[in-house]
């Protein structure tokens, strides 16, 4: 399916932003393809990871409950299943937070998305942000990579920093803008403060607000080295999501 998409849209954009094109493939490569919706059932799962299949993304990203379901369907397949933790708030208790994410670990999730504590970033009790990542760190096992959400749409430019320093101090591998659940999506400004004060080795990773190849293309080239969507289809083919 992917070979057969145009590769205009790519060549289009090139044209306007003066940045080598990436082919909706390349770009496939990026995508956590993701369904975390409370209404999500087998049949939803099961479609979520057929199409994960057919156009090459990198991952599905599910709630815990849906996560055996979605390695048995993965299985053999080079689509990676990824779950997350204490979504969407991060409020939770650091112990009941880290076992939800060992609990996803043993289903067959070989990536977690833990939602930082946001409110205890807000009130400058920095121990707590991170003693929470560094709790979940510590039950992701070897190969087991480790996403934290920040949620840049409620913090300010220094609470975003402070987030990703501490993200590095706690030796996790990306740092993500969003949950898809607040009051905004990723911003390419937001991606670029992430990349620069995270420094080439961390992922940093865009979800919420890309709604468009255009979005993606944008995303990528503020730093961003995943995206999380659920209207991933739509990107790669040059169609505009509705919402974000």
Do not use: W
């Amino acid at each position: 399916m992917i070979g057969r998409i145009t590769m205009k849209v790519s060549d289009q954009i090139a044209k306007v932003s003066g940045v080598p094109p990436i082919s909706p493939a390349e770009l496939s490569r990026y995508i956590d393809h993701t369904l975390l919706k409370a209404d999500a059932g087998a049949p939803d799962i099961d479609r979520l990871c057929e199409e994960a299949k057919q156009y090459h993304f990198f991952s599905v990203c599910v709630n815990g409950a849906n996560v055996i379901q979605c390695a048995g369907n993965l299985q053999g397949s080079d689509v990676k299943v990824c779950s997350v933790a204490g979504f969407p708030l991060g409020a939770m208790a650091v112990k009941a937070k880290a076992y939800e994410a060992a609990l996803a670990i043993e289903d067959g999730a070989r990536e977690i998305d833990m939602v930082m504590n946001i409110g205890a970033m807000k009130a400058g009790n920095f121990k707590l942000v991170e003693e929470d990542m560094a709790a979940i760190r510590k039950v992701c096992s070897s190969g087991v990579l480790l996403k934290v959400i920040i949620e840049t749409c409620l913090l300010t430019t220094e609470e975003i920093i402070r987030s990703c320093e501490i993200a590095k101090t706690c030796g996790l591998d990306f740092v993500k803008t969003s949950t898809g659940f607040s009051t905004a999506g990723a911003a390419p400004e937001h991606i670029a403060l992430m990349r620069k004060t995270v420094g080439p080795v961390m992922g940093v990773k865009a979800a919420g607000g890309v709604r468009s190849f255009q979005d993606a293309v944008n995303m990528i080239n503020a730093g961003a080295t995943r995206l999380g969507t659920s209207g991933g289809i739509n990107i790669i083919r040059g169609q505009t999501v509705k919402g974000y």
